[in-house]
């Protein structure tokens, strides 16, 4: 009997363990079906915040190259409000060489003035400011403003044919368009 008993007693040890088993492996399920629905807002969750982190990391990149592209420009042409003041000296000592000349007076002042004209030149080309070519060239609206148009004999229509002012322009900007009379061709005799 002893031994139907401890069987009796082992049987009824093993049911209670079977029946423990049979709940843990069914709360086993349900929470990984739990478990796998949170791994995967989880995932989703990781994907979105990368794909953020993508779209930030390429806007951060778009700035600098911005900001790098605006300081070189601002760089290049720091110079125009100088040479914008420069400019009008360049005119008026241009507009004294023509007048001493005209007037065949003070030989050393006409030389004097030259030199300084020039110095100025010098200085604008340092700055990488240059004239731009207008007598005899084609009207461009871009780097010549056109004050008058004029019959010549001389240039065909549509061409420069007088220049009043010389426009300047640092490097590939126009820092002031020259000033121009453009040609409408020879002069007709209904004109």
């Known amino acids: 009997m002893n031994t139907t008993g401890d069987e009796a007693i082992f049987d009824g040890m093993d049911e209670p ?5 049979t709940t843990d492996s069914e709360a086993t399920g349900d929470s990984s079906g739990s478990d ?3 791994t995967e807002l989880l995932k989703s969750e990781l994907t979105d915040a990368q794909e953020r982190a993508i779209r930030i990391a390429a806007e951060l990149d778009n700035f600098r190259k911005r900001s790098r592209r605006e300081l070189e420009d601002a760089l ?5 409000p100088l040479i914008r003041e420069l400019l009008g000296v360049v005119d008026n000592l241009q507009r004294a060489l023509g007048a001493a ?3 065949d ?7 004097g003035v030259r030199m300084v004209a020039g110095q100025l030149q010098g200085v604008l080309k340092n700055y990488h400011c240059e004239a ?3 007598l005899g060239e084609p009207f461009d609206p871009t780097v010549h403003e056109a004050l008058q148009m004029e019959p010549s004999d001389e240039h065909a229509a549509n061409t420069v044919s007088r220049e009043l002012s ?5 490097h590939d900007r126009v820092v002031r368009p020259a000033q121009v009379f453009v040609s409408t061709g020879p002069a007709t005799a209904a004109e």
């Open 17 to 21: 363990q079977d029946s423990n088993a």
């Open 36 to 38: 796998s629905a949170e």
């Open 76 to 80: 290049k042409y720091a110079q125009l």
């Open 101 to 103: 000349t005209d007037a």
């Open 105 to 111: 007076q003070a030989g050393g002042l006409i030389e």
């Open 132 to 134: 731009i070519p207008a």
């Open 166 to 170: 010389t426009g300047y322009r640092v």
